[in-house]
């Protein structure tokens, strides 16, 4: 019925927390000498593209349900715009939908990117290792 709305309102919130970071992120490289901040921005990818990541999961996985919500005729193009929110017994329904499915989909989105978030930062960790073997390997 209107599930959608949790994992949208957390794609809301995480966009902002997103610019949020993404502009202190260029702050610090604007701060740093050229050279340095080349190699800072190259040599991992930042914490804000991570979180675009999340961003797109829950975007994308929030029009999807939206669509089919649509689809179904659940979601209406006039007010109260939830057809569930129309009668009150309805809309303890959708609700307790909400609160059990719609926050189980987002942190099932949100466990998904943890994962996906720790295997990169595991893999960016033994790429960065390999450089830095193969360096001293070659001043030797």
Known sequence: MACFLVPAGEAIVTTIVTKV????EKAVLA????SEAETAAS????????MK???NM???GSALLMFEHIWHG???PWFPFLTAAADPADTAEMLSEMSTVGVSMALAVTGVWAVMAAVS???EKRKTDDSEKT???SAA
């Open 21 to 24: 970071i993404e502009s202190r």
């Open 31 to 34: 701060k740093l000498p050229d």
């Open 43 to 50: 040599h991992k990818p930042a914490i804000s593209s991570k």
């Open 53 to 55: 990541w999340l961003n």
């Open 58 to 60: 829950l975007w994308g």
């Open 74 to 76: 659940e979601v209406v």
């Open 121 to 123: 930062s595991v893999i």
């Open 135 to 137: 360096e001293s390997e």
